[in-house]
């Protein structure tokens, strides 16, 4: 079946530009969870979303970042005003329902800020 | 704040050796320790799990154990081959909710 996906998969954009990553769970999953990943780096939390609860955004790393997500399946992950330090790879991840389920990963969105 | 660490950050073993990575976890309460493997340019893929009612689990040449008074659990590789080379994450799960994961370890098997 079709697993988690992430567009682009790839994006280079300018510091100071506004920029949008794309989630498509797995159908059916309720729970989805955004993770950054730095070059060579492990995954750092960044938010959990989890049916119609609201939003853990614990792991956001400034106000620059926010994220949504639509009717409960597609996700949507916004950095404004990008910074250098912000290229990363994003990763996506959803699971049937909470923390001690599997969590599916998409393939991430590789972000490079110049 | 609650964390995971992992040992090695790198192993590089030769084909047919065996690999073992280790975690430790400071959240008492978490029941839940999944193992994920990332090759280049991919995301991470789930390998083998273990909650917290067990204290190994086996799937082929996978095995995971977990000793949950210490707060510690391994990964183990038997007869390794090339296409084990990737990235390891450890994880455990944390307020029910979300997954705390371990920093890496790069495995290299040389042929």
């Known amino acids: 079946g079709a697993g988690v996906s992430q567009s682009p998969s790839n994006k280079v954009t300018e510091k100071g530009k506004d920029v949008e990553l794309r989630c498509d769970p797995i159908?059916?999953?309720?729970?989805l969870y955004w993770y950054r990943q730095s070059l060579g780096q492990g995954l750092e939390f960044l938010i959990y979303f989890q049916g119609n609860s609201a939003p853990d955004k614990s792991g956001l790393p400034s106000d620059r970042f926010s994220a949504e997500r639509t009717g409960g399946s597609v996700s949507t992950l916004t950095i404004q005003r990008t910074q250098q330090e912000d290229s990363a790879v994003y990763l996506c991840?959803?699971?049937?329902?909470?923390?001690?389920?599997?969590?599916?990963f998409g393939p991430g969105t590789r972000l490079l800020v110049l | 704040g609650e964390n995971v660490e992992q040992h090695p950050s790198t192993l590089s073993v030769q084909e047919g050796d065996s690999a073992v990575i280790k975690c430790t976890y400071s959240?008492?309460?978490?029941?839940?320790f999944p193992w994920y493997k990332q090759e280049l340019g991919k995301g991470p893929q789930l390998i083998i799990d273990i909650r917290s009612n067990v204290g190994e689990k086996k799937d082929q040449r996978i095995a995971v154990t977990l000793n949950k008074t210490a707060k510690h659990f391994s990964l183990h590789i038997t007869e390794t081959q090339p296409e084990d080379s990737a990235v390891y994450f450890c994880?455990?799960?944390?307020?029910?909710?979300?997954?705390?994961f371990g920093t890496g370890t790069r495995l290299q098997v040389f042929p």
């Open positions: 959240d008492s309460a978490s029941n839940y």
């Open positions: 991840a959803s699971s049937y329902s909470t923390g001690d389920e599997t969590q599916y």
């Open positions: 994880a455990a799960e944390h307020n029910t909710d979300k997954l705390i």
């Open positions: 159908s059916g999953h309720t729970a």
